[in-house]
């Protein structure tokens, strides 16, 4: 089992659609990062939280510590939101993130 | 935002032959970075994590003598695939760090080795 698992796999849906990816973690964790990477490979980091909720634009992420989960939320979907959105867990006094699989949404017009 | 460039984005060699990837924080001092090797379709893999002035420390079945790292300011660290193999193939990112948590990621270096 990993450590940081997300759902779903993959994801397809229709532009304007309301988009949710849930992220569980099974260990401690400083903070998790939501993450981008198109099919370029490039990866932009959209948040990193470590209580609470984020908002920029119409990505929304959320975490909840004490039952270790954390969702992304994409509000009114785009085709150009079609990419591979990876959640990762920073553990440990070195930094170092534990990567779920990662959700491929693809979004149709 | 903290910005960190790759050089080369992508880059084909022979087998046998050794290739440098440069991984640069363009507005900030990284204190730390990291490099992380990506298959097709999997997530990353953390190689090795690099401190300014200091070796770099290795994950569990990384070969240091294979995949050199140097972090010689704050600003660059090179990974250097010795004697690269078909096998070596891989999507190679980098991500650097300041004092803070959080990582900012390079755009990648696609390497094949034919």
């Known amino acids: 089992k990993n450590e940081v698992e997300q759902s779903p796999q993959n994801l397809t849906a229709q532009e304007g659609e309301f988009i949710t990816i849930n992220c569980s973690y099974s260990?401690?964790?400083?903070?998790l990062h939501w993450l981008q990477q198109h099919p370029g490979g490039g990866i932009v980091s959209l948040f990193m939280?470590?209580?609470g909720k984020k908002k920029h634009g119409r990505l929304i992420a959320t975490i909840n510590i004490q039952e270790k989960h954390s969702s992304l939320h994409i509000t009114a979907s785009h085709p150009r939101d079609s990419a591979v959105y990876i959640c990762a867990a920073l553990t440990g006094t070195a930094s170092k993130l534990t990567f779920g699989t990662g959700t491929r949404l693809q979004v149709t017009l | 935002g903290a910005v960190v460039s790759q050089h080369p984005s992508w880059v084909i060699c022979k087998s046998g032959t050794s290739v440098k990837i440069e991984c640069r924080s363009l507005d900030f001092q990284a204190t730390t970075m990291f490099w992380y090797r990506q298959f097709p379709k999997q997530s990353l893999m953390l190689m090795a994590t690099s401190n300014e002035g200091s070796k770099a420390t290795y994950e569990q079945g990384v070969e240091k003598d294979k995949f050199l790292i140097n972090h010689a300011s704050l600003t660059l660290s090179t990974l250097t695939v010795t004697s690269a193999h078909p096998e070596d193939s891989s999507f190679y990112i980098c991500?650097?760090?300041?004092?803070?948590?959080?990582?900012?990621f390079g755009p990648g270096t696609r390497l094949t080795v034919l």
């Open positions: 991500s650097a760090k300041n004092t803070g948590w959080e990582q900012f």
């Open positions: 260990v401690g964790i400083s903070a």
């Open positions: 939280l470590s209580s």
